[in-house]
């Protein structure tokens, strides 16, 4: 799988593809995490991406043409690929396991980063494939949702984690249950004098009870 991110700020996705189980699943080739500079496409020597919207508001509105070229320059290297576009925006469908799941299906994800009061309409419309919001919140830009997304899709991928079972079991494999309640050592600590402990069945040694009180707690 191919990351590609369109952002006027690269350097926020150094430290994150060089950490952790995302660093290793680029050691295995599983995965490469490409960050383009917007500014790299802009039409002026000064490198603006940004102009003011029409109608009148607050903030600046990231311009349709470095964006467009940026996409076309990402997908003009790999013809072959099966490509999907997204754009990050409050106003997108609600990214889901589901859909981390549907997307993990693509040789590549280029995802565009908003910042500012957003990006020109017509790039939602035209070169995006699909929007997508990561929560009802607001963010300073797309980075940190195309670093959930990053996260999200990767852990799907064969070989990006070596205990598959992890995936078996997490939350929202079955839409009916949620996670449920994790201990480990000690079997007691004490806080202000409260003892508090492991539940019992969970050192019982019975799998069908734990399984049983799993499912209970999901």
Same mark, same amino acid.
């Given at each position: 799988?191919?990351? *590609?991110?369109?952002?006027?700020?690269?350097?926020?996705?150094?430290?994150?593809?060089?950490?952790?189980?995302?660093?290793?699943?680029? =050691?295995?080739?599983?995965?490469? +995490?490409?960050?383009?500079? #917007?500014?790299?496409?802009?039409?002026?020597?000064?490198?603006?991406?940004?102009?003011?919207?029409?109608?009148?508001?607050?903030?600046?509105?990231?311009?349709?043409?470095?964006?467009?070229?940026?996409?076309?320059?990402?997908?003009?290297?790999?013809?072959?690929?099966?490509? @999907?576009?997204? $754009?990050?925006?409050?106003?997108?469908?609600?990214?889901?396991?589901?859909? &981390?799941?549907? @997307?993990?299906?693509? *040789?590549?994800?280029?995802?565009?980063?908003?910042?500012?009061?957003?990006?020109?309409?017509?790039? +939602?419309?035209?070169? &995006?494939?699909?929007?997508?919001?990561?929560?009802?919140?607001?963010?300073?830009?797309?980075? %940190?949702?195309?670093?959930?997304?990053?996260?999200?899709?990767?852990? !799907?991928?064969?070989?990006?984690?070596?205990?598959?079972?992890? !995936?078996?079991?997490? /939350?929202?494999?079955?839409?009916?249950?949620?996670?449920?309640?994790?201990?480990?050592?000690?079997?007691?600590? %004490? %806080?202000?004098?409260?003892? #508090?402990?492991?539940? =019992?069945? !969970? #050192? /019982?040694?019975?799998?069908? =009870?734990?399984?049983? @009180?799993?499912?209970? =707690? $999901?």
């Amino acid at each position: 799988m191919q990351f *590609d991110i369109v952002t006027i700020f690269p350097r926020l996705f150094e430290s994150f593809k060089n950490e952790a189980l995302i660093a290793r699943a680029q =050691k295995k080739k599983i995965i490469s +995490i490409n960050a383009h500079n #917007l500014r790299d496409f802009a039409e002026d020597k000064r490198g603006t991406v940004d102009d003011r919207p029409y109608g009148g508001g607050v903030g600046m509105v990231l311009l349709f043409k470095p964006i467009y070229q940026a996409v076309k320059k990402i997908r003009s290297k790999n013809l072959k690929k099966k490509i @999907w576009v997204i $754009a990050f925006g409050p106003k997108g469908k609600k990214f889901t396991q589901d859909v &981390a799941k549907r @997307w993990s299906k693509y *040789d590549q994800l280029v995802m565009i980063c908003g910042r500012y009061e957003g990006i020109d309409e017509r790039v +939602i419309k035209n070169v &995006a494939d699909e929007e997508v919001s990561i929560g009802d919140y607001v963010l300073f830009g797309g980075e %940190v949702p195309a670093m959930v997304v990053m996260e999200a899709v990767t852990r !799907l991928l064969p070989g990006a984690i070596a205990k598959q079972k992890s !995936l078996e079991d997490e /939350s929202f494999k079955v839409p009916e249950f949620l996670e449920y309640p994790h201990f480990t050592r000690p079997e007691v600590i %004490v %806080v202000g004098g409260k003892k #508090l402990r492991v539940p =019992k069945v !969970l #050192l /019982s040694g019975h799998q069908a =009870k734990i399984e049983e @009180w799993k499912r209970k =707690k $999901a």
